[in-house]
């Protein structure tokens, strides 16, 4: 069982830059970030493996920047340039071996374990 907490959350205006950060319990192979807005979908955004290959969704590319700190157990995303439309809630997870490899980051149904998540609301 591997635990993940998020954290960084929060509101800010648009153009505005937000850090989230994730604690995992066990290093994972392949980790990435997911969000869901109001009344949406799951999506993934951000995924990343254990040697530093990312993988971006189009709605994010140049704009958000997927990272990690082995020594920590910990994930980061810094999130630039942010929109309205980035309001959601946003989720650290561990998927399935190979997912992140990928030229997208995988879908909601490769995810072996799921934080809680965190609130980012974008201010227009």
């Known amino acids: 069982q591997v635990q993940l907490v998020e954290s960084g959350g929060g509101s800010v205006q648009v153009g505005g830059s937000l850090r989230l950060s994730c604690v995992g319990s066990h290093r994972s192979e392949c980790m990435g970030w997911f969000r869901q807005g109001p009344g949406g979908e799951r999506e993934g955004i951000a995924a990343?493996?254990?040697?530093?290959?990312?993988s971006y969704a189009e709605s994010v590319k140049g704009r958000f920047t997927i990272s990690q700190d082995h020594a920590k157990n910990t994930l980061y995303l810094e999130m630039n340039a942010l929109k309205p439309s980035d309001t959601s809630m946003y989720y650290c997870?561990?998927?399935?071996?190979?997912?992140?490899?990928?030229?997208?980051?995988?879908?909601?149904?490769?995810?072996?374990?799921w934080g809680k998540g965190t609130l980012v609301t974008i201010r227009s």
């Open positions: 990343i493996d254990t040697d530093g290959r990312t």
């Open positions: 997870a561990v998927a399935a071996s190979g997912t992140c490899t990928w030229r997208e980051p995988p879908p909601p149904n490769f995810v072996d374990y």
